[in-house]
């Protein structure tokens, strides 16, 4: 079964407000949660890295204020698209390792339209 | 220009025959490479990761890495229907790195 749950799988806001998504680590301790971006022409991009008790650290062209995340825990994580336009379109990956185990287990993804 | 390139874009190839993938990374700072297949509609899941040189197999799927050219394939033979997807390479700076450089991907079709 899935061991990172990510919703909504798929959401519709219109241009300038905002939109929440939720992930969540099944039966593991998700020390470190990545956000991710893909876009209309499949090109990843990672957003923020987010582990328990640190700061977040985000990449060059993302933004806290555009992308704020929390990490209350070691199983959830929630990223929030701040006024949200055409060009933030695009399937939001959040990925969690497992342990030393060094595969990225990535939620189903939200996808996401903008008006 | 991104720094890892994939090629073809796009590939055909008939149920049960051999499809090959290939992947160049620009960065000379990366050491792992990882492929990745992500189905239409849902998200990527790793098949493999590489970080030596050399060939490595696991069932249908077999992926080479030539370190000096920062040059990896990926192989399915006896291609099934259900391998059709988007086949993402990756790469990164050490196995554990969340920085993971993608390329676009090959789309894959396997015509039954």
């Known amino acids: 079964g899935a061991l990172v749950y990510q919703y909504p799988r798929r959401t519709i806001c219109k241009s300038g407000t905002s939109m929440r998504m939720e992930c969540q680590a099944v039966g593991f301790q998700a020390t470190s949660v990545a956000w991710y971006r893909q876009s209309p022409q499949k090109t990843f991009e990672l957003i923020a890295l987010s582990t328990v008790n640190s700061a977040i650290k985000y990449e060059q062209n993302f933004t806290q204020e555009k992308f704020p995340i929390s990490h209350p825990n070691l199983s959830f994580s929630s990223m929030t698209v701040l006024n949200a336009y055409l060009e933030d379109r695009g399937l939001y990956l959040c990925g969690a390792r497992r342990g030393a185990d060094e595969r990225l287990f990535f939620g189903h993804g939200t996808k996401l339209s903008v008006l | 220009q991104q720094k890892v390139q994939q090629s073809p874009e796009s590939l055909i190839v008939p149920e049960g025959g051999m499809a090959s993938l290939n992947c160049t990374s620009s960065d000379r700072n990366v050491d792992y490479f990882w492929w990745y297949r992500q189905h239409s509609g849902k998200s990527p899941k790793m098949l493999m990761s590489i970080f030596s040189n050399g060939e490595k197999e696991e069932g249908r799927f077999t992926v080479h890495l030539n370190k000096a050219s920062l040059h990896t394939s990926l192989h399915i033979r006896d291609s099934q229907p259900s391998d059709s997807a988007l086949y993402l390479c990756?790469?990164?700076?050490?196995?554990?790195?969340?920085?993971?450089?993608f390329g676009s991907g090959t789309q894959l079709t396997v015509m039954p």
């Open positions: 990756a790469a990164s700076r050490s196995s554990g790195s969340w920085q993971l450089i």
